[in-house]
């Protein structure tokens, strides 16, 4: 049985397999929509997957993650919002 502790943060390396996993769960695995709940320490996390940009939210508001952009190499979070 897996643990239920996850572990640490993620490595680098660590996050770029788990991008490249989800860009391939996204192109092989993926039908239309899938819902997850995380339970963590923190509180539960939800991520919702999906083919369609969700109503009322505008396409740029999600961070391109594949291919991986040369721009991101410290973190997913554009410089520009962090500065803003």
Do not use: C
């Not at 943060?9 to 490249?20: H, I, K, N, S």
Request: charged residues 25%; negative net charge.
């Amino acid at each position: 049985m897996e643990s239920v502790d996850p572990g640490g943060p993620l490595t680098d390396a660590e996050v770029r397999e788990l991008v490249r996993l989800l860009a391939r769960f996204a192109s092989h695995d993926l039908d239309q929509w899938e819902n997850w709940r995380v339970d963590t320490p923190h509180g539960p996390v939800f991520m919702s997957l999906s083919r369609t940009v969700p109503p009322d939210w505008p396409e740029d508001a999600f961070v391109p993650i594949w291919p991986p952009p040369a721009d991101r190499r410290h973190g997913w979070t554009p410089q520009a919002d962090l500065q803003g």
